[in-house]
C-alpha cells in the first residue's frame, strides 16, 4: 500500500531536548516535504526536498533542520526545541513538480513544554 | 511566488443544503490548482485538481470546482452535504518552477447542521 508513515504520532518534550520526527514513503517519490499546521494559519512549509542531498527552505525554516540521504526517509529535526515550536507536523511525498498531488502522512502532534 | 486566500475561515450549513467554499490564488502563470480535505485526526486527502483544459472538475465524494481565471478563483462546490462532509478545506497552488512547489491557504472549516 502507497503511504507516507511519520513518527511518532504523538510526542511531549521539554524546551531544549534534540527530537526527531521521523518520515518515511514507499512510493520512490522525489519530492517530499514538511508542513506545520497551527489554527488559522493553515499549513506552512518549513523544508521541502526535490531529491536526494537536496534540500531547501520553505515558510518557516528558524528552528528546524532536515537532512535527505535516502530518497525514502526525510526526517525532521529540531535541536532545541521551543514552546513556539508545538503544532501538529505533516509530511507529504509527491512524485513529480507541482502539478502531482501531495500524499500526506497522519500527522505528528508535539508538544514542548 | 504563488500564493492562495481562503475567505471565510468557518461555514456552517445544514445537512442537504449546497456548498461553495472560495478560494483565490496568485500565481504568474497557469497554476495546478488542487483541494484538498483534512478529517478530524487525519492527514489531508485530495478532493480534486486542476491542470488544464475543461475548466470545471469533479472530484470525490460529489465535489466539484471551476477554475475562473479572470477571477483567479478555484472555488469548491457540493449540491447537497452530508454529515460526514464536515472537516476542514484546504485549497492548494502547485507551480512548475523550482523551488517551493505548494502552498496551501488557511482553509475553510466546514461544520454541518442536522
Known amino acids: ?54 534540500t531547501d527552505k520553505g515558510d518557516v525554516p528558524e528552528g528546524y533542520k532536515v537532512s535527505r540521504k535516502e530518497k525514502r526517509n526525510f526526517p525532521l529535526i529540531l535541536e532545541s526545541p521551543s514552546p513556539n515550536q508545538t503544532s501538529l507536523y505533516f509530511c507529504a511525498s509527491s512524485s513529480g513538480q507541482g502539478r502531482e498531488k501531495l500524499f500526506f502522512g497522519s500527522g505528528t502532534q508535539l508538544s514542548v513544554l | 511566488a504563488q500564493s492562495v486566500t481562503q475567505p471565510d475561515i468557518h461555514i456552517t450549513v445544514s445537512e442537504g443544503a449546497s456548498l461553495e467554499l472560495r478560494c483565490n490564488y496568485s500565481y504568474g502563470a497557469t ?58 478545506y484546504f485549497c492548494a497552488v502547485g507551480a512548475l518552477d523550482y523551488g517551493q512547489n505548494f502552498v496551501f491557504g488557511p482553509g475553510t472549516r466546514l461544520s454541518v447542521l442536522p
Open chain 1, 1 to 54: 500500500e502507497a503511504q507516507v508513515t511519520q513518527n511518532p504520532r504523538y510526542l511531549i518534550t521539554v524546551t531544549g531536548k534534540k527530537l526527531t520526527v521521523t518520515c518515511s514513503q514507499n512510493m520512490n517519490h522525489e519530492y517530499m516535504s514538511w508542513y506545520r499546521q497551527d489554527p488559522g494559519l493553515g499549513l506552512r512549509q518549513i523544508y521541502y526536498s526535490m531529491n536526494v542531498e537536496v
Open chain 2, 31 to 88: 497554476p495546478y490548482l488542487f483541494w484538498y480535505v483534512q478529517s478530524p485526526g487525519q492527514g489531508l486527502q485530495l478532493l480534486l485538481k486542476y491542470f488544464s483544459g475543461d475548466t470545471l472538475v469533479q472530484g470525490i465524494k460529489g465535489f466539484e470546482a471551476e477554475f475562473k481565471r479572470s477571477q483567479s478563483s478555484f472555488n469548491l462546490r457540493k449540491p447537497s452535504v452530508h454529515w460526514s462532509d464536515a472537516a476542514e
